[in-house]
Nanobody, 120 residues
Framework: QVQLHESDPGLVKPSQTLALTCTVS??????????WSWIRQSPGKGLDWIGH???????YYSPSLKSRASISRDTSKNQFTLQLKAVTPEDTAVYYC????????????WGQGTQVTVSS
């Protein structure tokens, strides 16, 4: 069974860089043709796709977050990472990592989610 697990950054201060890592087990992040996404959900709002990294290491971002988001991977650890620069309280959300079989947002496996709070 494929499992994804997000790290827990806890409280992040405004203007700092948020860093999250997703550790994947029972599947390789380099296996074709899977795409590995970061998604968030703020209170009372729908899912907000941040971006993904594909099995080749290519990255794609939501236009609204492209200037601040960066996704990378460590294939030796089977992990992929999100960095979100210059966070504000509006970035407070539950952050998820997820897998899709292809570039469309049909995620078949999700992490449990991690709460990120941006506050001074």
């Amino acid at each position: 069974q494929v499992q994804l697990h997000e790290s827990d950054p806890g409280l992040v201060k405004p203007s700092q860089t948020l860093a999250l890592t997703c550790t994947v087990s029972s599947a390789s992040i380099t296996t074709a043709s899977y795409y590995w996404s970061w998604i968030r959900q703020s209170p009372g709002k729908g899912l907000d796709w941040i971006g993904h990294i594909d099995y080749r290491g290519s990255t794609y971002y939501s236009p609204s977050l492209k200037s601040r988001a960066s996704i990378s991977r460590d294939t030796s650890k089977n992990q992929f990472t999100l960095q979100l620069k210059a966070v504000t309280p509006e970035d407070t959300a539950v952050y998820y990592c997820a897998r899709a079989d292809g570039p469309t947002p049909n995620w078949d496996h999700w992490g449990q989610g991690t709460q990120v709070t941006v506050s001074s």
